[in-house]
């Protein structure tokens, strides 16, 4: 009964190709989000999408596109991969209080490597 | 806009050591306030938080107090331990949540 699961852990890939990173929560949030964590370890925000809405995209290439079929999910899809886009990809959701977010639950990750 | 600073790690100390991993933030309304842990290979757990000034957010022996004039949210611990080693995050909710850069901590048995 994981509360944010995300799928698949790693994923090794080459450059050039298309690949979707899958993401489901059971805790009844309205919020979801995609962050990417890089070696550094720093977390930037990618999308947030509120009940299927996309409110948050900031500056992403467009190849990386969100699509949330239902609150409870929300999938990232990735063309034509570089070697850049190498990172580790969260996915997290909250509940929203007074127009504002609560904490945020996170996935475990997913380790994408482009070869 | 809004933003999260912590200080740059790695912090390294002896067990039973003093913790404090300094934050401050700054924000144009009144953010909540979180610390959160990542601990290797893991997701981000949420340590504690605090949702207006003065308020103190502990949990596992960690304690923060939400300090709005001097916009500050300290991490503090009277004694750490091995497992306490981690990657720590502040952060602040605002009309997103964002997070500070992240401070490595290990702790030497």
């Known amino acids: 009964d994981t509360a944010v699961s995300q799928t698949p852990k790693y994923l090794v890939t080459q450059m050039g190709n298309d690949k979707s990173i899958k993401c489901e929560q059971n805790l009844g949030h309205d919020t979801m989000y995609w962050y990417k964590q890089d070696s550094k370890k720093f977390l930037k925000i990618m999308f947030s999408y509120n009940n299927k809405e996309l409110i948050i995209n900031e500056t992403v290439p467009n190849r990386f596109s969100p699509k949330s079929p239902d609150k409870a999910h929300l999938n990232l899809h990735i063309n034509s991969l570089e070697l850049g886009d190498s990172a580790v990809y969260f996915c997290?959701?909250?509940?929203?209080?007074?127009?504002?977010?609560?904490?945020?639950?996170f996935g475990q990750g997913t380790r994408l490597t482009v070869v | 806009g809004n933003s999260v600073t912590q200080m740059e790690g790695p912090v390294t100390l002896s067990e039973e050591a003093f913790l404090t991993i300094n934050c401050t933030y700054t924000?144009?309304?009144?953010?909540?306030l979180f610390w959160y842990v990542q601990y290797p290979g893991e997701g981000l757990q949420l340590l504690l938080k605090?949702?207006?000034?003065?308020d103190k957010g502990s949990n596992k022996g960690f304690e923060a107090t939400y300090r709005k004039e001097t916009t500050s949210f300290h991490l503090e611990k009277g004694s750490v331990q091995v497992s306490d080693s981690a990657v720590y995050f502040c952060a602040l909710s605002d009309d997103k949540i964002i997070f500070g850069k992240g401070t490595r901590l290990h702790i030497l048995p």
């Open positions: 997290a959701s909250s509940q929203v209080l007074r127009s504002l977010p609560t904490e945020a639950f």
């Open positions: 924000a144009t309304g009144y953010p909540s």
């Open positions: 605090a949702t207006k000034a003065d």
